[in-house]
């Protein structure tokens, strides 16, 4: 698990872990959806215990590409300007390429066959048992953050930003290292500029 501060936000800590092999992703897609709906006492305490960023890992480019879209979150939260109901939802708003925050959370979010993830928790401080919290949640392996090279499928990446005409990588065909690269620039771009777009 990797941590992060943000002094400039109001002392944020970021914590973000990779897993892989998860094999209980409906389970945890159809627990945050219950604890979504459930309006009562024991609603919140299930929120509380779901409030992370699930990510299908797939979809992200970089770490740069992950840290973006969570600094764009932060400042939209301190700035008192999220489009989501919480900083976690506005992680995966920032990620997607449109405005549409259902569509964000659909494609960006844990689905049902996600068998990778990365899960991302905002707080004002350390939390204790942090890391063992998300192992009792998430039924798979957490691994180091470099083996995100290894899950990331550039193929939906590219569908999603409809990069599949873009010149400058077409001109690149051949040389995956260097598309690659071109992508994620052109990802992380994007989401470092949505906030001044919309």
Same mark, same amino acid.
């Given at each position: 698990?990797?941590?992060?501060?943000?002094?400039?936000?109001?002392?944020?800590?970021?914590?973000?872990?990779?897993?892989?092999?998860? /094999?209980?992703?409906?389970? =945890?897609?159809?627990?945050?959806?219950?604890?979504?709906?459930?309006?009562?006492?024991?609603?919140?305490?299930?929120?509380?215990?779901?409030?992370?960023?699930? =990510? @299908?890992?797939?979809?992200?480019?970089?770490?740069?590409?992950?840290?973006?879209?969570?600094?764009?979150? +932060?400042?939209?939260?301190?700035?008192?300007?999220?489009?989501?109901? /919480?900083?976690?939802?506005?992680?995966?708003?920032?990620?997607?390429?449109?405005?549409?925050?259902?569509?964000? =959370?659909?494609?960006?979010?844990?689905?049902?066959?996600?068998?990778?993830?990365?899960?991302?928790?905002?707080?004002?401080?350390? /939390?204790?048992?942090?890391?063992?919290?998300?192992? @009792?949640?998430?039924?798979?392996?957490?691994?180091?953050?470099?083996? +995100?090279?290894?899950?990331? @499928?550039?193929?939906?990446?590219?569908?999603?930003?409809?990069?599949?005409?873009?010149?400058? +990588?077409?001109?690149?065909?051949?040389?995956?290292?260097?598309?690659?690269? =071109?992508?994620?620039?052109?990802?992380?771009?994007?989401?470092?500029?949505?906030?001044?777009?919309?």
């Amino acid at each position: 698990m990797e941590t992060y501060y943000y002094s400039q936000f109001n002392n944020a800590v970021v914590h973000v872990a990779l897993f892989d092999d998860v /094999t209980n992703a409906a389970a =945890i897609r159809s627990r945050i959806v219950r604890a979504a709906r459930n309006l009562s006492v024991d609603g919140d305490t299930e929120r509380e215990a779901v409030n992370f960023a699930f =990510i @299908d890992a797939r979809l992200i480019s970089s770490p740069l590409h992950l840290q973006t879209a969570i600094y764009q979150a +932060l400042l939209s939260e301190a700035q008192g300007q999220l489009r989501t109901k /919480t900083v976690h939802s506005e992680i995966l708003w920032a990620l997607n390429p449109t405005n549409n925050i259902t569509e964000a =959370i659909r494609r960006y979010g844990v689905s049902d066959k996600s068998t990778t993830l990365i899960v991302v928790r905002v707080d004002v401080s350390d /939390t204790p048992d942090l890391q063992c919290h998300m192992c @009792d949640i998430i039924q798979g392996c957490m691994v180091p953050f470099k083996a +995100l090279g290894q899950m990331t @499928d550039w193929s939906i990446i590219q569908k999603h930003y409809k990069l599949e005409s873009e010149p400058a +990588l077409k001109a690149l065909q051949g040389n995956l290292d260097r598309e690659r690269s =071109i992508i994620d620039n052109i990802v992380v771009s994007s989401v470092a500029m949505k906030n001044v777009m919309t």
